[in-house]
């Protein structure tokens, strides 16, 4: 089957399996190691990538169905100014989430952010239930987002 998809701003043409998940495309075919695999069920939260703006499991997603779509993962996110809000956050309160949750939990504070610049402790903490990691102090987590928060919205306003 073959597919023409946006991958991180780069478009790609390629034949794949009708069986393949997005998470084997993205780091078999493309290399792209920041998307962990996990539980391969969707219940781990590692796989966040955006796909058409939107959030994904890509261990439940069919390579398929991102034809003709836009997929951004962590190594496509680096480097934005989003990107260097949420981790200017995260470091200012000393939150450091591990190597295998870390790519997950930037991308969902900034679906977070893109929703709210004023999220709350509730809206957090209750949002990233969807990643199973205990690395870290929810605490500090909770801090981290709305640092980064802050931060974007200083950023947006000096703009």
């Given at each position: 089957m073959i597919i023409t998809l946006d991958l991180n701003g780069k478009e790609e043409t390629l034949d794949i399996d009708p069986s393949l998940r997005l998470i084997h495309l993205l780091r078999n075919t493309f290399g792209l190691l920041g998307t962990k695999e996990?539980?391969?069920?969707?219940?781990?939260?590692?796989?966040?990538?955006?796909?058409?703006?939107?959030?994904?499991?890509?261990?439940?997603?069919?390579?398929?169905?991102?034809?003709?779509g836009k997929v951004v993962t962590i190594e496509g996110f680096r480097g934005t100014p989003e990107y260097?809000?949420?981790?200017?956050?995260?470091?200012?309160?000393?939150?450091?989430?591990?190597?295998?949750?870390?790519?997950?939990?930037?991308?969902?504070?900034?679906?977070?952010?893109?929703?709210?610049?004023?999220?709350?402790?509730?809206?957090?903490?209750?949002?990233?239930?969807?990643?199973l990691c205990r690395c870290t102090d929810p605490s500090r987590l909770v801090a981290g987002v709305q640092r980064a928060a802050a931060i974007r919205r200083h950023r947006q306003h000096a703009v």
């Open positions: 996990g539980c391969l069920h969707g219940h781990c939260g590692y796989c966040l990538v955006f796909l058409n703006d939107q959030l994904v499991l890509s261990c439940l997603t069919p390579a398929f169905s991102t034809h003709r260097y809000d949420i981790e200017k956050g995260f470091l200012e309160v000393q939150y450091t989430p591990c190597g295998f949750c870390a790519s997950a939990r930037v991308l969902l504070t900034h679906a977070i952010l893109q929703e709210t610049l004023h999220p709350t402790e509730q809206m957090i903490r209750k949002r990233f239930t969807a990643i």
